[in-house]
């Protein structure tokens, strides 16, 4: 189904322009962007949201330095859901295939990615509720809560059925996604990540950021308080990828700056286990559309595809060459072909035995 675009607004003069896991150690919108969303993007049919061409950052700004350079066919654009106003980037054409990214990140962790998949596919990627450049909800942090919303983006965007690719804490979001609507969506993509409740926890001991981050507020927000902090801290858990210049980190220094952005992200963490729990409850619900599962050479390998199969019945193992934690942007390529295959149509051939399990 093609959306209705909604209204668009062109800015003016924007610039083209080793096992490891033991070292991983905006948020509002301004006045005028949030009422120009609920404005314009109720009005244009399907709730489908305002949407600007190529880099754009919140109020009308100048773009962040590290977006200048994107594909400018790709356009920037605000939906509003319960409880908050959801950024989004979408571009391409065909079936849609929703991005949702981890932490500490945003949708740009897509990027080297993106303009290829929208080659075949119309892609949206967007910001979680509360990091980015979406504005932060005053509850429901958990990953049912937080798929409720995307679900309720993609529906205002004109879209019923998609296609979900997601890495790190995205992935947490799209499984409730894929099993309270399982007609919704067709296949599903996870990288890098098992599920709370189904692997999750054995990893606390591996890295002390998980429990770090779930400690009652305000302790992370306090001891994390300064620019130098998040950078520090941050810095510290992108040093254990197996590529860490591959990794745009002073794009996610900036995004993690603002202190509501980042109590934002712990409240993720801290909803951990409400959210092993709803998985446990709805563990029935199998999933039965194909599922991607993709670990790391160097994190968690075959440790995704062994969660979800104990909630899945067609889940096809990779583990994804030379790439720590962040995959999208350590081996892109990789990531590329693998999804072109997955997401492609039932006539696809790996081309290697590594692409095995990314057969359609």
């Excluded at 202190?259 to 029935?284: I, L």
Aim: aromatic residues 10%; contains cysteine; charged residues 20%.
């Amino acid at each position: 189904m093609q959306p209705d675009r909604g209204p668009e607004f062109v800015t003016a003069g924007v610039q083209r322009s080793r096992p490891r896991i033991a070292k991983w150690g905006r948020n509002a919108l301004s006045a005028v962007a949030a009422a120009t969303v609920l404005l314009f993007g109720t009005a244009a049919g399907a709730g489908a949201g305002t949407e600007r061409v190529g880099a754009q950052s919140k109020a009308g700004a100048s773009a962040p330095q590290a977006w200048r350079g994107f594909d400018t066919s790709f356009r920037h654009g605000f939906v509003p859901v319960d409880g908050s106003i959801l950024h989004y980037v979408r571009g391409g054409s065909g079936p849609p295939l929703v991005l949702l990214h981890g932490w500490p990140q945003t949708w740009w962790e897509w990027h080297k990615v993106m303009p290829a998949l929208a080659r075949t596919h119309t892609v949206i990627a967007f910001d979680l509720p509360g990091l980015g450049d979406s504005t932060v909800p005053p509850s429901g942090f958990d990953a049912a809560t937080t798929a409720r919303r995307i679900r309720q983006a993609v529906h205002r965007l004109g879209f019923q059925q998609v296609k979900i690719l997601a890495h790190d804490d995205g992935a947490l979001v799209a499984y409730p996604y894929a099993r309270d609507h399982p007609s919704e969506v067709s296949r599903l993509a996870v990288l890098e990540l098992p599920l709370n409740g189904y692997g999750l926890e054995d990893a606390y001991r591996l890295s002390w950021h998980f429990l770090f981050n779930a400690a009652p507020k305000p302790l992370a927000e306090r001891i994390i308080s300064t620019q130098d902090d998040v950078e520090t801290y941050l810095g510290s858990l992108f040093a254990g990828a197996q590529h860490p210049d591959a990794i745009d980190q002073e794009e996610y220094f900036r995004a993690y700056s603002r202190p509501a952005t980042r109590s934002a992200a712990y409240e993720y963490y801290r909803a951990f286990a409400a959210n092993a729990a709803d998985n446990k409850a709805n563990a029935s619900k199998k999933l039965t559309m194909p599922v991607m599962a993709m670990g790391s050479q160097y994190v968690f390998g075959p440790a995704v595809a062994d969660s979800f199969r104990q909630v899945a019945d067609d889940v096809r193992q990779v583990v994804a060459p030379d790439a720590g934690h962040w995959i999208p942007e350590e081996n892109p390529s990789f990531l590329i072909n693998c999804a072109n295959l997955f997401f492609g149509p039932s006539t696809g051939t790996p081309s290697s035995p590594a692409l095995a399990g990314c057969a359609p």
